[in-house]
């Protein structure tokens, strides 16, 4: 699109546009902060109600691609999960990194799935990786003390085609080969005298 042709269109489109561009480049969930910025407006109500809009168009619309609300008022255009499989193989780069894909497996055999317990596992790059998955809106996390507890949410069994049922998800993980390793215990060392 050219300057000139953008200057053709009315400021609300052009706005959504802009809101569109930012959705489909990032390829991640976007925050109504992260949109109004985009759209170079200061007015978070005024960049979701666009987003809720522009929501509206692509799922009424297209065949394959479908637009999210997640928690928290951030937006998300992805492929509809029966289209990911013929579909990947266009991908320039994966969803998510390898790293992120183990710790999500992990979440998933072991959840309810305590922070400090997956970190004992994963090691200090899980809180990375649960940043990542939770943006994505594939986990869900609730407080419990000073930690946190963390569980798949629908939005994964629907991204991914598969089970939301955590039981079936563990048997699915353990066919396909997880061989989840085993948290590492400290003991405490005898006191000396």
Do not use: W
């Not at 297209?62 to 289209?83: C, N, P, T, Y």
């Not at 940043?131 to 594939?138: A, E, P």
């Not at 003390?145 to 039981?167: Q, V």
Request: hydrophobic share 35%.
């Amino acid at each position: 699109m050219t300057n000139s042709s953008i200057s053709s269109i009315s400021n609300d489109k052009l706005l959504q546009a802009k809101i569109e561009a930012a959705l489909y480049a990032a390829g991640r969930p976007l925050s109504k902060f992260e949109l109004a910025k985009a759209a170079g407006i200061t007015s978070t109500i005024k960049s979701s109600n666009i987003a809720r809009h522009l929501m509206s168009k692509i799922n009424s619309t297209f065949e394959a691609i479908q637009m999210f609300e997640l928690e928290g008022e951030r937006f998300v255009i992805q492929l509809k999960s029966d289209f990911t499989t013929s579909a990947r193989k266009f991908s320039s780069r994966p969803l998510l990194s390898t790293a992120e894909l183990k710790t999500l497996s992990f979440i998933v055999y072991f959840q309810p799935i305590s922070g400090k317990d997956l970190a004992d596992r994963r090691g200090p790059n899980s809180y990375q990786h649960v940043r990542t998955l939770k943006q994505l809106g594939f986990i869900k996390s609730e407080p419990s003390g000073r930690t946190k507890i963390f569980s798949t949410t629908s939005r994964l069994a629907e991204y991914f085609g598969i089970a939301n049922d955590p039981a079936i998800l563990k048997q699915q993980l353990v066919k396909y080969g997880f061989k989840p390793k085993k948290a590492q215990v400290i003991q405490p060392s005898p006191n000396k005298p």
